[in-house]
């Protein structure tokens, strides 16, 4: 089945700095990679997503990047501000009826002032 | 518009009990339904999935068990409470066609 690993697990940046979230997934056929933004208490909410005839995709200040030779996509926050302090979380799965999602173990982000 | 409906958002079980969540869909119909877990400090581990009324795949044996008795409802079970089953339970759907996931609010089962 799909593994998907995530780095780092835990990122400190200043308020207006930038940040980058990395993963790698396992299985050559998934083909679409959502990112999801857990705040304190709450479940996750899809923030984007790509699709694997993309190579990249932006959205204000958040983008992803895919690299399918390599397997691997990232996120990227630009001009990040406090509330963008939240546990991200990227994905991977193949598109289809019974499509099921493997997630990666998270990324703990923290904006400091 | 849609809506995810889960219960309770915090729950304190004894072991050996049994345990009943629900999860409730609005404004979609023939949605794929999933169980997540979360243990603290990981990731999300995808515990049932269902892609219709009483179709329920199971991704890791284990205590708990699912149920989709109507469209939009999906159950969480266990007959017998571990200290093992702890931990932030999520339910997802998927409308047909797309491939985004909403995701409930959680419930934080802590057994004791």
């Known amino acids: 089945g799909e593994n998907v690993e995530q780095h780092p697990s835990t990122l400190s940046v200043q308020e207006g700095d930038s940040a980058v979230i990395k993963c790698t997934y396992s299985d050559s056929a998934s083909n679409y990679f959502p990112w999801y933004k857990q705040e304190l208490g709450k479940g996750p909410q899809l923030i984007i997503d790509i699709r694997s005839n993309v190579g990249e995709k932006k959205d204000q200040r958040i983008a992803v990047t895919l690299n399918k030779t390599a397997k691997h996509f990232s996120l990227h926050i630009t001009e990040t501000q406090p509330e963008d302090s939240a546990v991200y979380f990227c994905?991977?799965?193949?598109?289809?009826?019974?499509?099921?999602?493997?997630f990666g173990t998270g990324t703990r982000l923290q904006v400091t002032l | 518009s849609q809506t995810i409906h889960q219960w309770p958002a915090t729950l304190v079980q004894p072991v050996g009990s049994p345990l009943s969540l629900e999860c409730t869909v609005e404004?979609?119909?023939?949605?794929?339904l999933y169980w997540y877990r979360q243990a603290a400090g990981r990731g999300l581990q995808l515990l049932f999935y269902?892609?219709?009324?009483?179709?329920i795949s199971s991704e890791v044996p284990q205590n708990l068990s699912a149920s989709r008795p109507q469209d939009r409802q999906f159950i969480l079970s266990s007959k017998k409470l571990l200290l093992s089953d702890s931990g932030f339970y999520l339910c997802?759907?998927?409308?047909?066609?797309?491939?985004?996931?909403?995701f409930g609010s959680g419930t934080r089962l802590t057994v004791v």
């Open positions: 269902s892609v219709g009324i009483g179709q």
């Open positions: 994905a991977a799965s193949v598109t289809g009826t019974a499509s099921k999602l493997t």
């Open positions: 404004g979609t119909s023939n949605p794929n």
């Open positions: 997802a759907f998927r409308d047909r066609g797309l491939d985004g996931y909403t």
